[in-house]
Structures are given as C-alpha cells and as structure tokens.
Nanobody
Framework: QVRLVESGGGLVQAGGSLRLSCAAS????????MGWFRQAPGKEREFVGS????????YYADSVKGRFTIARDNAKNTVFLQMNSLKPEDTAVYYC????????????????WGQGTQVTVSS
C-alpha cells in the first residue's frame, strides 16, 4: 500500500511557476514509477509526465515538454513537478500516481493515486 498526498497547488498568473510535491508513505517508494496526471473540468484525466524508479528517467506529454520537469527524492519519499511558463490551459486538478510497472502514460497502469491539488492559471 502506498498513500500519496499532493501539495503546492494554487493560483498563478500566466507565465508564472509552481512546484507541486507528492509525498508518499511506505518504505518501498523507490520501487514505484511515479506519474503526474491532470484533469480539467469536463475533460478526461490526462497524462502529464512520469519518472522511473531508480535512474529517474522522465517522460512528458507534448503539451508540457520543455516547460514542466519531474524529479524525485527517494530519501524523502517525494516526487516533484516543477511547472514553468504556465498557461491558462494548464488549469486543472493535478494528481500524482504510483505504479510498480515502468513509467506509463496509461492511467489504468497506476494502482495508487493522491487526492489531487488544484492549479489555476489566470490570463
């Protein structure tokens, strides 16, 4: 079992930055690939990016590539999502998720989810 808690969301102007954190419980955090997803009102939850277990290879959706960066600190059981050059279309609830598989874009591969944190980007 892994419990995930996101934090760091808020209101920011377009062009600004936010850093989201996702704190995980348990002693096996390093065994999990971590993903970030987001869901805007009326839309399906979509993949933002993911990071592998140990080497920390990261993957991104085209819509955020070059603006968002995922990092993890296995000693602190935490994964981060640094979001720069934010746009109004980045407004969504952001979720972190954990999988024992390889880092995936398919949300069905993730067994554990956080409760989400709201990010609102004003124009």
């Amino acid at each position: 079992q892994v419990r995930l808690v996101e934090s760091g969301g808020g209101l920011v102007q377009a062009g600004g930055s936010l850093r989201l954190s996702c704190a995980a419980s348990g002693r096996t955090f390093a065994s999990y690939a971590m993903g970030w997803f987001r869901q805007a009102p009326g839309k399906e939850r979509e993949f933002v990016g993911s990071i592998s277990q140990s080497i920390g290879l990261s993957y991104y959706a085209d819509s955020v590539k070059g603006r968002f960066t995922i990092a993890r600190d296995n000693a602190k059981n935490t994964v981060f999502l640094q979001m720069n050059s934010l746009k109004p279309e980045d407004t969504a609830v952001y979720y972190c998720a954990a999988t024992l598989s390889s880092p995936q874009a398919q949300k069905s591969e993730y067994a554990y989810w956080g409760q989400g944190t709201q990010v609102t980007v004003s124009s």
